[in-house]
């Protein structure tokens, strides 16, 4: 029986493995994406895989693997998405205080804006660093018993594949939501105008605003227009302070 299922959606989709330990786990992160229409695949890190190992467990979603993008860094893979979103279990502090679950993802990826959708999973160990979940905007967390709450790395591809695939989800087109690059540039702008009127009041906090402001910025996916008018707010404020102390001088 032919499956007329749309999956438009699915050109949009890019799964992330960072430094993936065994080639024959890639092969599987390929099965399980091909099965849900996925097919954008980005492999960070130089390490060099077993090619028998990898293609006899993707069988015949190989083609996957063959047309694979290799980056060195998740800056760069990340670069050119409007969304992004870690896979990990683990919450806190420095890995952020909410999280998705698949089903909530598959929606809001569904209400989001024309661009690159990337989804980002860690090592087959110890999952992702916490500096790689900030660099992230959001995380996803595949809820599960705490007797044994560690999936292996196919698996959780598999099932937020499967939600997003069963959201079946249609989006927006028009408005194109600006890149993790511009978004980076926004918001060094705007904490060299708080740090010009004296805002912040130890290094720490710089970094954790500058963590907010970036993720904020992210899920809410502005277009080019909306982040500009964005950026005049902390331009207008630095003015206005500065105007102000020269008043009182």
């Known amino acids: ?68 993008r290799r980056v060195s860094t998740l800056d760069e893979a990340l670069s050119d998405s409007i969304f992004s979103v870690g896979a990990t279990r683990r919450r806190g502090k420095f890995r952020k205080m909410s999280s998705y679950s698949p089903e909530q993802l598959a929606a809001k990826i569904s209400s989001l804006p024309e661009g690159k959708v990337s989804i980002v999973f860690g090592r087959e160990s110890d999952g992702l660093r916490d500096d790689e979940v900030n660099k992230c905007a959001a995380i996803c967390t595949i809820p599960t018993s705490p007797l044994f709450p560690s999936l292996n790395l ?45 805002y912040y009041k130890w290094d720490e906090e710089k970094k954790w605003t500058e963590q907010f402001l970036s993720d904020v910025i992210e899920r809410a996916a502005l277009s080019e227009s909306e982040l500009q008018r964005f950026e005049k707010i902390f331009t207008k404020t630095e003015s206005i302070v500065k105007f102000k102390n020269q008043e009182e001088e």
């Open 154 to 198: 196919s698996q959780a591809v598999q099932i937020i594949s499967y939600a997003l695939f069963t959201g079946n989800m249609e989006y927006k087109s028009g408005m194109v939501a600006v890149d993790k690059n511009r978004i980076g540039k926004a918001v060094d702008g705007m904490s060299h105008h708080l740090e010009a009127i004296g």
């Open 1 to 68: 029986m032919e499956n007329n299922t749309n999956i438009q959606w699915a050109d949009r989709i890019e799964i992330v493995l960072v430094e993936t330990q065994d080639g024959a786990n890639i092969g599987s992160v390929c099965r399980a994406m091909k099965t849900m229409g996925l097919t954008r695949l980005t492999i960070v890190g130089d390490r060099v895989y077993d090619e028998n190992r990898v293609r006899t467990l993707a069988l015949h979603a190989s083609d996957l693997w063959e047309n694979a």
